[in-house]
Structures are given as C-alpha cells and as structure tokens.
C-alpha cells in the first residue's frame, strides 16, 4: 500500500462525506451554531488508525511528528487533543480538513433500526437549540438522510481497518503517527 495514494483517496472520500452531511444538516435547519466545538470534549469520540492516516501524515509534514508523539505519550486529557478549546460549548478543530468520520457525521445522521427503518440521530445540543426544526426532522421520512451504516461500507472499501478496531482518538492518533514513522524507515514517503 502506497500511504499517500490511501491518504489522497481517504481525504476525497472524506470530503464527499462531510459535504453530505452537513448539506442535509442545512436541509433540515439544523446546522451546528458557528463557533460550537461541545462534541469534540466527549471522551468517547473515537476513530480507527487508518482513519488517523490523513492527520499524521500532515504532522510528519510538519516534522512535528516526534513532539506530537511525546504529547501523545505523555497525555492525561480524555478529550481530543487537537481540539482548540475556546471556553464553554465554544471550541474548534486544529486540524478540520483531516479529521476523521465521527466527526463528519455527528450532528445529524441516519441509522438503521432494529426494523431496518431510516431513523434519525440528532446531537442532544442541536435538539435544544432548534426544538422546532427537530420535531419536523424526526416526523418527516426523508429518503435523502444519509445513513450511518452505508458511509461505513463505503471506507471499508478503501482498506477494511477503516471501520474495525476502534479506539479512543488520541490514541489512533499515536498509533497512526508509529505506523508513518515505522513506514518512512522503509519507504519514500
Ligand atoms: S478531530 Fe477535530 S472534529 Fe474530531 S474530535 Fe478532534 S477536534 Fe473535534
Ligand atoms: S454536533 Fe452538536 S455539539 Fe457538535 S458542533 Fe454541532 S451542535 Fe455543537
């Protein structure tokens, strides 16, 4: 496997993704309010390494690869560490354009219930916000929602770790970063 040519091919997907997301969170009205970073303090935002692949391969970049290692290391936060904490629900991504699928498809998403039926998924501070637009949202039955389950399908068709072995981010974060720096040991990056 050539890493670049993943992470090229990883990154398009990506950006398909965040654009359909966000484009039926606008549809719907229930945008997330700008400046909102709430979601990124949850502890249990999680990826898999090869998720990771796009980020560590912009800290190698950077030669920062061996300080962000030792952060890595040495953390005690639960939380994302590339979050860019501004205070209250008031926070954003250091590093938006690689970031990985959870946090493309968080605010509002489609899953299938136990009956196979579309239904909808709605970030506990966008129902708040917008209690209107949510109730209209969870009556309507939109063919359009994008689903959970199927933009899964679509990564594992780039590389099948995409969607297993996941873990706490900052951690696929570490192994993704050991995994670039075991490969530039052997290969042109
Ligand atoms: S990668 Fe970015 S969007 Fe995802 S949890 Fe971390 S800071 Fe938030
Ligand atoms: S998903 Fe919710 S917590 Fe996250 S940015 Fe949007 S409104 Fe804020």
Redesign the pocket.
């Known amino acids: 496997m050539n890493i670049r040519e993943f992470a090229f091919n990883l990154q398009k997907l990506y950006e398909e993704m965040g654009q359909t997301f966000s484009a039926h ?1 606008a549809k719907l009205g229930l ?3 700008s400046g ?5 303090l ?1 502890p249990d935002v999680d990826a898999s390494l090869m998720e990771m692949i796009p980020l560590a391969l912009k800290i190698y970049d950077e030669g920062k690869l061996e300080e962000w290692l030792e952060r890595l290391e040495s953390n005690t936060i639960s939380h994302c560490l590339i979050y860019q904490d501004q205070g209250g ?1 008031k926070g954003f991504c250091g590093s938006y354009q690689e970031r990985p699928s959870l946090c493309r498809m ?3 998403s489609g899953y299938l219930d136990k009956n196979e039926k579309v239904t909808l998924s709605i ?4 129902k708040q ?1 917008f209690p209107e637009e949510t109730q209209k949202a969870l009556t309507q039955n939109d063919s359009a929602t994008p689903i959970l389950r199927d933009w899964s399908l679509h990564l594992s068709t780039l590389h099948p770790d995409l969607i297993h072995k996941r873990m706490p981010i900052n951690e696929a974060l570490k192994e993704a970063l050991e995994k670039i720096a075991l490969y530039a040991k052997y290969h042109e990056i």
């Open positions: 969170q945008s997330c309010p909102c970073g709430q979601c990124c949850n629900r968080f605010g509002v970030c506990k501070l966008l916000d």
